[in-house]
């Protein structure tokens, strides 16, 4: 199944309203602007396989799988509000589809949770993060792959302000206790997001 076909899946089976095929080209639209290097389509496409991993988890599956497409809709490496951006954008999009309130915040707020400022209790919540953060558990090629990319949106920062701050941000993640807070991802890839993440501060983040 493509990704288009799983979106309009998902549009189907949460009977929203309205074309959904039109609201999947805005999104393909918005995932391949010429500023995004690693938050594309190419991201909410792994992330979509990530989440068949743990479909059964989630209390509402459908309200996760909405907010893996949207989390990073609006992504302006210049900005630092696109995951409120991206969740009033969803909120918006759900509310012309006449779905519920309820819905529609309950997607927001999972959106919001991958700010990454804490790590969430709920469930469904724990699901989109350990989603989010999958790629830091990558071979370290690909991992480095990925590094080099988010660099390259953040191009404009000067490299003796980006790989310091870069290196305290990952340096928060190895100090919790777990990266990965789901039994199949803390399983899958803890090992090595903390692997990548120490070398990758040994290596640039000095």
């Given at each position: 199944m493509t990704?288009?076909?799983?979106f309009?899946d998902?549009?189907?089976?949460i009977d929203?309203k309205g074309?959904?095929?039109v609201?999947?080209c805005?999104?393909k ?9 690693y ?5 909410i496409?792994?992330?979509?396989q990530q989440f068949?991993?743990v479909?059964h ?10 907010a ?11 900005s630092?509000?696109?995951?409120l ?6 909120l918006?999009v759900?509310r012309?589809a ?9 997607v927001y707020?999972?959106?919001?949770d991958t700010?990454h400022l804490?790590?969430?209790r709920k469930?469904?919540?724990q699901?989109?993060?350990?989603i ?6 990558k071979?370290w090629t ?13 191009s404009?920062?000067p490299?003796?302000i980006?790989y310091?701050?870069r ?6 993640f ?8 789901t039994?199949?991802?803390h ?12 070398r ?7």
């Amino acid at each position: 199944m493509t990704d288009k076909d799983k979106f309009l899946d998902l549009w189907q089976r949460i009977d929203a309203k309205g074309d959904g095929l039109v609201v999947f080209c805005k999104l393909k639209e918005l995932y391949s602007e010429p500023q995004r290097k690693y938050h594309n389509t190419n991201h909410i496409h792994q992330s979509l396989q990530q989440f068949e991993y743990v479909r059964h988890l989630p209390n509402d599956p459908e309200a996760v799988e909405m907010a893996i497409w949207f989390h990073d809709a609006i992504y302006y490496p210049k900005s630092s509000n696109n995951e409120l951006r991206s969740a009033k954008f969803a909120l918006n999009v759900m509310r012309l589809a006449k779905l519920s309130d309820s819905y529609g915040m309950t997607v927001y707020a999972l959106i919001m949770d991958t700010r990454h400022l804490r790590q969430p209790r709920k469930i469904d919540a724990q699901v989109l993060v350990d989603i989010d953060l999958s790629s830091l558990g990558k071979p370290w090629t690909e991992f480095l792959r990925d590094s080099k990319n988010i660099r390259e949106e953040y191009s404009f920062i000067p490299d003796e302000i980006f790989y310091p701050e870069r290196a305290k941000i990952l340096q928060r993640f190895l100090k919790r206790p777990s990266i990965f807070l789901t039994q199949f991802f803390h399983k899958k890839y803890e090992e090595q997001a903390r692997d990548n993440l120490t070398r990758w501060i040994k290596e640039f983040g000095a």
